[in-house]
Every structure is written in C-alpha cells, then in structure tokens.
C-alpha cells in the first residue's frame, strides 16, 4: 500500500489560496487606482475646466488680433523694408478674458494639467516665442490663445475619459464606431481619400477608448 503524500495535500490548497488572495489583491488595487483616476479626472472637471471651458468658448470669437505695417529699415536704393506689428482688437475684452480665466485658475492651479499649468505660467509672465515684441499686453495676449487652445484639447479629453471610465460605456462606444466604419467601407459615394481620412480618425479613436 503507497504511503499517502500529506505534503503535497496540504501544498496544493495553500497554494491556491495564496494565487487567489494575490489575484484578488492585485484586482482591489486596480479598481482602487481606476477610481481614484476617475474622481481626480471629476474633479478637474467639474471644479476647473467646465468653467475654463466655458470662458474659452465665450470669448474666442471676440478675441482678434490686427497688423500693421512697421519700416525697420531702407536699403541702399532707398526702399523701405518693412515687417508686420501685430496689435490686439479690443485689449479691454482680452484683459476681461484673462482676468475671468485667473479668477478661476487661482485657488485650483494644482488641478491644471502640466502643457495647461505651462502655459499659463507665460500668459502670466507675458512670454511668447511667436511674436518678441516689446508690447507686454500683445505677448500676454498671445500666449492666452495658446493657452486657450490647450484648454480645449484637455477639456475634450478629459471629459472623454471621466464619460467613457465605465466598461459598458467603453463597449458601446466601441461597437457604435465599428459600426460607423463598416458603413464607410460600404458607402459608395464617398471619395477614397474621405473614406481613408475617416476611417483613421475612427481607428485613433477606438485605440483612445481602449487605451483609457
């Protein structure tokens, strides 16, 4: 009669308890990372960008920039060489722009991300690389618009990350835009260089989703 290995009973089921527990530890410590994320991604939302949001959208099509005409020199003929001064539209709606954005950033500018909290370091310091010019309030107004812009991307994404966290929005998502392609492939009438540039645009997209 063979001898019974208790040894080896005994192992198996401690074994199997120790690869669940890990399992399990492993899985708690990515819903808690995950949610963490998500209320972070909430709260830069609904505490910052909503309203920066907001501000941008209200402004944009108010905020213009103007050029005139500068000689900076007269060559050995006596022509005039001359170069482009950009000046702002209206400085009092820029300044009321920046001053709302400010009110806002000023108690949360931990919740900006980097590119953002970067470039609203220079609309602060009226640093721009585009245009050195000596008018301070032109340069602010620059690195605004570029600041502006940033926003919106930020704004886009976080707002797709915060509204697609969950695996059944990331699913439906998913299927909506597979949808969208098969349709595209199937549609005569588009141009090939439409349907190329679309069906990219939905590839990026669906690797985004995943990606989140």
């Known amino acids: 009669m063979s001898e019974i290995d208790y040894t080896g009973l005994l192992t198996i089921p401690v074994l199997t308890a120790i690869f669940t527990t890990g399992a399990l530890l492993i899985k708690e410590w990515f819903q808690s990372s995950n949610a963490t994320k998500r209320a972070l991604t909430e709260k830069k939302l609904v505490e910052l960008y909503n309203h920066l949001y907001s501000i941008v959208i209200r402004y944009e099509k ?65 640093l721009q690389e585009e245009y050195a010019i000596e008018d301070y309030s032109v340069n602010k107004a620059f690195s ?53 540039k679309k069906k990219k645009a939905i590839k990026e997209e669906i690797k985004t989703i995943k990606r989140t």
């Open 62 to 126: 108010r905020l213009h920039f103007t050029y005139r005409e500068e000689v900076y020199a007269i060559d050995p003929n006596g022509n005039e060489k001359t170069h482009e001064i950009p000046e702002t539209e209206d400085p009092e709606v820029w300044e009321e722009a920046i001053k709302k954005a400010s009110e806002e950033i000023y108690n949360k500018i931990h919740l900006l991300e980097y590119e953002d909290l970067i470039l609203w370091i220079k609309v602060e310091n009226g």
């Open 144 to 196: 605004y618009r570029n600041f502006s812009k940033s926003v919106k991307k930020s704004y886009g994404r976080l707002y797709n990350e915060f509204h697609l966290s969950t695996r059944k929005r990331k699913k439906a998502r998913i299927k909506e835009l597979k949808i969208d392609l098969k349709n595209i492939k199937r549609n005569p009438f588009m141009e090939k260089d439409e349907k190329t």
